[in-house]
């Protein structure tokens, strides 16, 4: 059920239209003039506005255009006894939802209000949906400590008002995709689409018609580029895409117009395409995969998108924000200890940022609910090969492994000290050859409490 307000300066009508409407479970309120409905609009916002086309001090198409014009435009339904095509179409072109003559049935009336309100409620969903977008990828939220991350942000800075077509290469799972969406939420257009596409295995028949639209079998249908128009195209592994569809591409790109196949007028679309790849288009060009003008009318947009290994100076924060989330999304409290981070370091990451979320991810489901995870947690799947016998989940285990060693050794050393010097702090680290500050950073990542009556524990 929704809230409606009646517009209609006869009272009875009003009234019985208000009834109609609060007998299906509506919460209805009347008045009688533009200006009355403007300003209860104001104070609290309807969904949907049911106006009378003819008022005293004004008329119903005013009224229509003043309530569009509003950040929170409900939605119109123009009624009138005064029937004619002509002020149909003038209240639908200045933006009414829909137009309903008198006599009404009462089942009429009950379909079109509920018609009016789905769409309104529609619309408020893509309006938080969009805010939820342009929240989780915005630029701020690109962790960019390392040098190459921050060319690729400034970069990104420069070219996203632009608008141009994006070429985006870089390894598998090193965060293409996340980075067009950055892109898109950042651009001049956040609240349009973001559609990714996926072409492997497809035919080119079927390809250009979700992209460009068909008219096949008599039914014409618009294509995305058309439909979403002011969004983003988003297009993995160019190299999968057939050469006809990257003529078509190209010549989209350097055109901004399509002809559409529902009235076969050509236009100009302001949508635009992002294509990625896991190869370089070198060797996709070299290779004849992929079309020199297609890749041209792009390169202005090209982008780099560096792996992990590039970004060493990134993975605590990355792996800080990725328990994060996953704790989040499971409902727990999970941290992450400094000796994880150090074996997080030494395994190799073939699946890049993808592979990092996964392990991470599946060492938060494994620590209980306010627990610490200490690095014995990761396991990596052995999906690439090495260069020796020592698998990724071998090479994390044989880490902690050594991480232990060295903290028993620790731990025994620091006590005998504490023991001999009956626990004076400073005259242990002598003994020790350390610094009192990091004799005391050391006791408390290994919990080591010393209490001349009981020793150290």
């Known amino acids: 059920m929704g809230t409606v307000l009646v517009v209609e300066d006869q009272k009875a ?8 409407l609060r007998g299906a479970g509506h919460e209805v309120s009347e008045c009688a003039s533009s200006a009355e409905a403007l300003a209860l609009h104001a104070r609290t916002p309807f969904e949907l506005v049911l106006t009378d086309l003819r008022l005293d001090g004004g008329d119903g198409l005013g009224l229509l255009r003043r309530l569009r014009a509003m950040s929170q435009a409900p939605e119109v339904i123009v009624v009138t006894a005064y029937s004619t095509i002509e002020s149909a179409v003038e209240a639908m072109r200045t933006g009414a939802f829909d137009y309903l003559p008198k006599p009404f049935s009462p089942s009429e009336l009950a379909v079109r209000v509920e018609r009016a309100l789905e769409t309104s409620r529609l619309r408020r969903d893509v309006v938080a949906l969009a805010a939820e977008f ?5 630029f701020e939220n690109i962790v960019a400590k390392s040098q190459p991350m921050r060319e690729l942000l400034g970069r990104l800075v420069r070219l996203t008002p632009l608008r141009h077509a994006v070429f985006l290469s870089g390894p598998t799972g090193s965060g293409k995709e996340f980075i067009a969406k950055a892109v898109h939420a950042s651009g001049t ?5 973001f559609v990714s596409v996926s072409v492997a295995g497809r035919s080119e028949q079927s390809i250009d018609a979700e992209l460009f639209g068909s008219s096949a079998e008599g039914v014409a249908r618009r294509g995305l580029f058309e439909e979403i128009e002011g969004g983003t195209v988003f297009i993995d592994e160019v190299a999968d895409l057939p050469l006809g569809t990257q003529v078509k591409l ?3 790109i350097e055109t901004s117009q399509l002809r559409s196949p529902v009235d076969g007028v050509t236009r100009a679309v302001d949508t635009r395409l992002m294509l990625a790849t896991v190869e ?8 004849k995969r992929l079309r020199s003008d297609l890749y041209y009318a792009c390169a202005g947009g090209r982008v780099h998108v560096p792996g992990l290994a590039e970004r060493e100076l990134d993975l605590p924060d990355l792996s800080h924000l990725f328990v994060a989330e996953a704790a989040r999304r499971l409902g727990k409290r999970v941290a992450l200890h400094e000796r994880a981070l150090d074996v997080l370091q030494r395994m190799v990451f073939r699946g890049n940022v993808r592979e990092l979320v996964s392990v991470v991810s599946r060492a938060v489901e494994e620590v209980p609910d306010g627990g610490m995870i200490f690095g014995d947690e990761f396991v990596q799947e052995r999906a690439y090969p ?14 902690l492994a050594l991480d232990r060693a060295v903290d028993d050794a620790e731990q025994i050393a620091i006590t005998a000290a504490l023991r001999e010097v009956d626990g004076n702090r400073e005259r242990a680290a002598d003994l020790l050859g350390i610094s009192a500050t990091t004799l005391w950073r050391k006791m408390t990542r290994l919990n080591i409490v010393y209490d001349s009556r009981s020793r150290a524990s």
């Open 13 to 20: 009508m009003r009234s019985t239209m208000a009834a109609m």
């Open 134 to 138: 342009r929240d989780r990828y915005r």
């Open 189 to 193: 257009k956040p609240g349009r689409p």
């Open 250 to 252: 190209a010549r989209f």
């Open 280 to 287: 370089s288009p070198e060797e996709l060009l070299g290779d």
């Open 386 to 399: 090495t260069s020796s016998s020592t698998t990724p989940v071998a090479r994390a285990t044989s880490v």
